[in-house]
């Protein structure tokens, strides 16, 4: 259902999808599912492995028809972006402008989804997370109101944007400082399953030192390439486009073992991120992450390797982290986790019987990790419980959130997401 200026709104809201084309039918939507008493879900890009951006119980806001993408701003870079745009509609009008921003990494994601919960991706220990770029943004909370949200105006709902998932409002408006880039260095480096910790040992210990510039991603057990007996993969971007910078960063990579495969070359910025698209009918994933410390990495390390090898591991993804993200305080957005080295998750992916039959060996594969472990990542998890919201925000990011949302929604409208209620405890939406 579109909304349209030109006539009157009178939908029966309950199980409809609404597809407002611009901020006032956004909070017109919004102000008739308070209302109405309706549960409501906000659609970006729709990529949310735990189903967040629809509902059966009531209405789902599209923001689909609100993508433009605009450089308002020459000489500082701002950009403009609906909330309904994806980082492949991004990507084509900055590139051509030699422009980026630090997102994801692949192009069908929603800029909100990802910007929202953190945004780690190929430029991360350069220019820090997605969140980490947002200058400003535009915002219908509960009550219908249109707010801007930024350093000065709201900063309290703007801290709250910033990691806090869609808690507070509809974000209908995002405003980046995009910075100028080049071409960048991009590909994978292989080595032997056997050579999988003596290679990542390796390759944690270089990122420590590595230049900002090299972002990267370690896989091991990918199935498609064999399961247990499966290369290492190293998926790298070196964040510029000077061939002998990118050979002496990349050099200590190419030593950790013996290369099987190595296609790192020089591409466009906005070629980097990947396709994507829906999965096939019948098809789910399983996907669940966690943050891992320095001084915890060498046992996380051990665990996975050796679960890699049994034989009867999920896709395992390890991301480095450190670099820019770090740099910015711990309680300056509601993203918490600015400290861990490595983000790790696990990936099982087919017809629905398949991934339900493994899902108990895979909660006994995270346990005996737990120890080691602090943390998950919103946008990696394919449930939203109680324990889950607990992980994604510490107990300080947690209370305060919760008082963002006594603020801007008091009666726990936006309840579909890793929701933080506004009385501290997780529940259901409250009564108004």
Known sequence: MELSTESPIRPALRGETIRPGDVHEVSTAVRLAADGGLDVAVRGGGHSFAGLSTTGTGVVIDLSRLDQVRVVDEEHHLVRVGGGATWGQVGDVLGPKGLAISSGDTRSVGVGGLTLSGGIGWKVRKHGLALDCLRAAQVVTADGAVLR???EE???LFWAIRGGGGNVGVVTEFEFA??????VFFGKITFPAEQARAVLDGWTRYLRRAPAELSSIANLANPMTGGASAPVELHVCWDGDDEGEADQGLAPLRTLGTVLEDDVAKRPWADVLEEGGPMPDGFRVAVRSAFVAPTRTPAVLDELVEIAESGAAPFISIRALGGAVEQVPDDATAYAHRSAELLILTLAAGPAAYVEEGRSARAELWRGLEPHLSGAYANFLDSA???DVRAVYP???YARL???KRRYDPANLFAGNHNVPPDGDHGERLSA
Do not use: G, Y
């Open 402 to 404: 919760a008082s963002a």
């Open 385 to 387: 419980t109680q324990e």
């Open 395 to 397: 107990p300080s990011h």
């Open 149 to 151: 949200a930024s350093s």
């Open 154 to 156: 709201n900063p309290e």
């Open 178 to 183: 995009a910075h100028p880039t080049t071409d």
